[in-house]
């Protein structure tokens, strides 16, 4: 054997002793154990073992009534909502708002805000356990559970249970309060050799008209909630396609679907961390939904997860009280109050205060309106003092615009020469319309987020302050727009009243603007057309006031 050939086996089998020793004397570190990986929710949560995710749509969809005659299901009441929970699934689909009817008429049928899924519009909620392990049979949307009492009210829970046939109880004990709070306590009882690890999830499914915002230019209608303190909003038109979707971590907080007036939501344990995911899983479907962290549950224990389900009216006080009562991160949120929250939830307690009082909400907004006026006295009586004063000035200012015509350094010159020789502020005339924008904004966003105001009526034809003005003068029939110009009595008495208040200003010098502010009072009456006829009353009582007021200081100026 050659010297070359003998020194590379030589090395070789050195090289081999090398490793071999330094794997005895250095031994490599275990793996680290992997987290365990999260189980997925099912999208639309049937839940089932197979086909997981479908719901079975009929061509001809069923009525509530006829969905809900073919199922077995539980009953529940209280003063504020009435409906049943399916025992298939245990899912919550059919709530009606007790306090709350489609129409003006008495006999208008109550709200329906949750529905079976065979229906046409697809409202519902489920809760229940997930597992890594696929052997597990857990209880899903196929599982018929079985009552231990009888129908749900305030006073008495259901319970309901399931016995997989493989050592594990499944125990839900559902409680509902007074108004639209269920609380939802799941337990499994391990009676198996093994220790047992589950996911608790929950989830609300929807499903929407062609996935459309309504009013979404005035509220935020999809889905929204409170993630880690932060305000999450996502518009149905935001996930465009099937499996878009939204995911968020967050301990405590809340989630789910708000209307105008209405709202669901899955209310998370403070306690506990959840994964949140906001997701499209149909067409026109909508999902939100929780995965808390696994529970181990020991052989012969019993492991127990709680949440909450809210699904009724956004009442504001409510949702104060159930913030303060339950520790709710922020549920008032669940509430559009606009950039302006600041001035637009006090304006709410003032004018349910008012309401009260007063027994009227119309009365209300009309004393809110004059409060205010009061409230802005001085900075009014400054600003329309200054505006008066101009008023009285004009024919000296139309001498100044002649003179100088030609020469618009001059004119500038000359005519705040005249201001200073006046006592003129120009712009003290702005200060109350700067105070009013945020305070007309604001009540435009009560009368129409506030469920208070709905199917609040006045005096007179007016029926619902929440709702436009429906007397309209209707002469535009022959027009391609016949429903933007017809407009009711008080916006004409509102434009009108605004004419009345312009006039008492000074005319802008530039003779464009003259011709634009001429217009406004016209284009402010078929805008605030179709606003609340609440808005529209309380701006044309303001006007009033104002009119009143500027009147006094210009006789006061003497003009």
Same mark, same amino acid.
């Given at each position: 054997?050659?010297?070359?050939?003998?020194?590379?086996?030589?090395?070789?089998?050195?090289?081999?002793?090398?490793?071999?020793?330094?794997?005895?004397?250095?031994?490599?570190?275990?793996?680290?154990?992997?987290?365990?990986?999260?189980?997925?929710?099912?999208?639309?949560?049937?839940?089932?073992?197979?086909?997981?995710?479908?719901?079975?749509?009929?061509?001809?969809?069923?009525?509530?009534?006829?969905?809900?005659?073919?199922?077995?299901?539980?009953?529940?009441?209280?003063?504020?909502?009435?409906?049943?929970?399916?025992?298939?699934?245990?899912?919550?689909?059919?709530?009606?708002?007790?306090?709350?009817?489609?129409?003006?008429?008495?006999?208008?049928?109550?709200?329906?805000?949750?529905?079976?899924?065979?229906?046409?519009?697809?409202?519902?909620?489920?809760?229940?356990?997930?597992?890594?392990?696929?052997?597990?049979?857990?209880?899903?949307?196929?599982?018929?559970?079985?009552?231990?009492?009888?129908?749900?009210?305030?006073?008495?829970?259901?319970?309901?249970?399931?016995?997989?046939?493989?050592?594990?109880?499944?125990?839900?004990?559902?409680?509902?309060?007074?108004?639209?709070?269920?609380?939802?306590?799941?337990?499994?009882?391990?009676?198996?050799?093994?220790?047992?690890?589950?996911?608790?999830?929950?989830?609300?499914?929807?499903?929407?008209?062609?996935?459309?915002?309504?009013?979404?230019?005035?509220?935020?209608?999809?889905?929204?909630?409170?993630?880690?303190?932060?305000?999450?909003?996502?518009?149905?038109?935001?996930?465009?396609?099937?499996?878009?979707?939204?995911?968020?971590?967050?301990?405590?907080?809340?989630?789910?679907?708000?209307?105008?007036?209405?709202?669901?939501?899955?209310?998370?344990?403070?306690?506990?961390?959840?994964?949140?995911?906001?997701?499209?899983?149909?067409?026109?479907?909508?999902?939100?939904?929780?995965?808390?962290?696994?529970?181990?549950?020991?052989?012969?224990?019993?492991?127990?997860?709680?949440?909450?389900?809210?699904?009724?009216?956004?009442?504001?006080?409510?949702?104060?009280?159930?913030?303060?009562?339950?520790?709710?991160?922020?549920?008032?949120?669940?509430?559009?109050?606009?950039?302006?929250?600041?001035?637009?939830?006090?304006?709410?307690?003032?004018?349910?205060?008012?309401?009260?009082?007063?027994?009227?909400? @119309?009365?209300?907004?009309? %004393?809110?309106?004059?409060?205010?006026?009061?409230?802005? &006295?001085? =900075?009014? $009586?400054? +600003?329309? /003092?200054?505006?008066?004063?101009?008023?009285?000035?004009?024919?000296?200012?139309?001498?100044?615009?002649?003179?100088?015509?030609?020469?618009?350094?001059?004119?500038?010159?000359?005519?705040?020469?005249?201001?200073?020789?006046?006592?003129?502020?120009?712009?003290? @005339?702005?200060?109350?319309? %700067?105070?009013?924008?945020?305070?007309?904004?604001?009540? &435009?966003? =009560?009368? $129409?987020? +506030?469920? /208070?105001?709905?199917?609040?009526?006045?005096?007179?034809?007016?029926?619902?302050?929440?709702?436009?003005?429906?007397?309209?003068?209707?002469?535009?029939?022959?027009?391609?727009?016949?429903?933007?110009?017809?407009?009711?009595?008080?916006?004409?008495?509102?434009?009108?009243?605004?004419?009345?208040?312009?006039?008492?200003?000074?005319?802008?010098?530039?003779?464009?603007?003259?011709?634009?502010?001429?217009?406004?009072?016209?284009?402010?009456?078929?805008?605030?057309?179709?606003?609340?006829?609440?808005?529209?009353?309380?701006?044309?009582?303001?006007?009033?006031?104002?009119?009143?007021?500027?009147?006094?200081?210009?006789?006061?100026?003497?003009?």
């Amino acid at each position: 054997m050659k010297e070359e050939t003998r020194g590379l086996f030589l090395a070789v089998i050195l090289s081999v002793i090398a490793i071999l020793v330094t794997n005895y004397l250095f031994p490599k570190a275990p793996a680290a154990p992997q987290p365990q990986q999260e189980p997925e929710i099912a999208a639309s949560a049937e839940l089932q073992t197979e086909d997981a995710g479908k719901i079975i749509v009929d061509e001809t969809p069923l009525t509530t009534a006829e969905a809900v005659a073919s199922e077995k299901r539980i009953k529940f009441a209280n003063t504020d909502i009435h409906g049943s929970i399916r025992l298939k699934g245990a899912r919550f689909d059919e709530l009606y708002l007790s306090k709350y009817k489609t129409g003006l008429e008495k006999d208008s049928p109550d709200i329906e805000l949750l529905s079976p899924s065979r229906t046409a519009a697809p409202y519902y909620a489920e809760f229940g356990w997930l597992s890594n392990d696929r052997n597990l049979k857990l209880p899903d949307g196929s599982t018929v559970w079985q009552a231990k009492t009888g129908e749900l009210t305030p006073e008495n829970p259901l319970v309901l249970e399931y016995n997989n046939g493989q050592g594990l109880r499944f125990i839900r004990k559902i409680s509902l309060d007074k108004n639209y709070m269920f609380n939802i306590e799941q337990s499994v009882e391990n009676n198996t050799a093994k220790s047992v690890s589950l996911f608790p999830y929950g989830l609300i499914s929807r499903t929407v008209n062609n996935g459309k915002d309504s009013d979404s230019a005035v509220v935020h209608e999809g889905m929204l909630g409170v993630i880690d303190s932060s305000l999450k909003e996502t518009k149905y038109t935001s996930l465009k396609k099937k499996g878009d979707k939204e995911e968020f971590k967050t301990n405590g907080g809340w989630a789910g679907f708000g209307d105008r007036y209405w709202f669901s939501s899955l209310v998370f344990n403070n306690n506990q961390n959840a994964k949140v995911k906001f997701i499209k899983t149909d067409d026109n479907t909508y999902q939100v939904d929780y995965l808390g962290d696994a529970a181990t549950v020991a052989p012969g224990s019993i492991g127990t997860q709680n949440i909450r389900f809210y699904s009724g009216a956004k009442e504001i006080k409510l949702l104060d009280k159930y913030t303060k009562q339950y520790n709710i991160d922020k549920f008032d949120l669940a509430v559009d109050f606009g950039w302006y929250y600041f001035l637009t939830k006090p304006f709410f307690y003032i004018l349910d205060f008012l309401y009260r009082i007063i027994g009227n909400m @119309g009365w209300a907004i009309l %004393l809110f309106a004059a409060l205010l006026r009061l409230l802005m &006295y001085p =900075v009014a $009586n400054k +600003s329309y /003092e200054s505006m008066s004063r101009m008023k009285k000035i004009q024919p000296k200012m139309q001498e100044l615009q002649e003179k100088y015509k030609d020469d618009k350094m001059k004119l500038q010159q000359e005519v705040m020469n005249l201001y200073r020789k006046e006592k003129i502020n120009p712009a003290a @005339g702005c200060l109350p319309v %700067l105070i009013q924008i945020p305070v007309f904004f604001s009540l &435009y966003k =009560v009368l $129409n987020i +506030s469920i /208070e105001i709905r199917h609040a009526p006045f005096i007179g034809w007016i029926k619902d302050l929440s709702a436009p003005d429906p007397l309209t003068i209707s002469v535009w029939s022959h027009l391609p727009v016949p429903a933007l110009l017809d407009i009711g009595i008080w916006p004409i008495l509102m434009g009108v009243s605004m004419y009345i208040q312009q006039k008492l200003n000074p005319a802008p010098a530039n003779k464009d603007q003259a011709r634009v502010f001429a217009m406004l009072p016209l284009i402010f009456t078929f805008m605030l057309g179709h606003f609340a006829s609440g808005l529209v009353i309380y701006w044309t009582l303001s006007n009033l006031l104002s009119i009143i007021q500027q009147k006094a200081i210009m006789r006061k100026v003497g003009v």
